[in-house]
């Protein structure tokens, strides 16, 4: 389905797709993460978060919806969502795309899909975490109309934290 643009694509995205959407996170983490986070931390939470084995488990299990955002037919990012526990919130649980293909409105139309899967499923509030030093994010968030709740540092292991806000946007009907 395109998204707010001809040349904007939001699919979705399959288990069998877990390689790929590792592959890709590899080449934008490495990059956009470079000036935020040490390489070693970086390199812990690709693995982490990141493995194709744990990308197929939240497809299959928790219920977690890939999807590719594509440019011209080329997938340069991708978004990942689901319910939260208490089953009252969307979460955003990520949302990246490759640096030279910001700004070009992919990140909006991401979330301008999420938002329409949480409002027919008649969830009324999104909810994501993101970096405290990614100003960048930080900013596309507010426009699209998150606000921040609070900050939370939380460990992770292996001698590293993700410290992060919680923004949050009330969904209207």
């Not at 395109?2 to 694509?9: C, D, G, K, R, V």
């Not at 969307?90 to 999420?114: C, D, E, F, R």
């Amino acid at each position: 389905m395109a998204q707010n643009s001809p040349s904007i694509e939001i699919e979705p995205a399959i288990a069998a797709d877990a390689e790929l959407i590792s592959d890709l996170a590899e080449s934008i983490w490495q990059v956009c993460y470079a000036e935020l986070l040490s390489a070693e931390q970086i390199r812990y939470m690709l693995d982490w978060m990141y493995a194709p084995d744990r990308i197929r488990q939240e497809i299959r299990e928790r219920g977690i919806v890939y999807r590719w955002l594509s440019h011209k037919g080329e997938r340069v990012g991708f978004a990942a969502s689901g319910a939260s526990a208490d089953g009252l919130d969307v979460v955003v649980h990520k949302l990246y795309v490759m640096p030279n293909s910001q700004g070009g409105g992919l990140g909006t139309a991401a979330l301008t899909a999420i938002e329409a899967s949480a409002k027919s499923a008649g969830i009324g509030r999104m909810t994501l975490r993101v970096n405290r030093g990614n100003q960048l994010a930080i900013r596309v968030y507010e426009k699209f109309g998150f606000e921040r709740q609070s900050e939370v540092c939380s460990d992770i292991g292996g001698g590293f934290v993700m410290d992060d806000y919680v923004m949050a946007k009330t969904l209207r009907a």
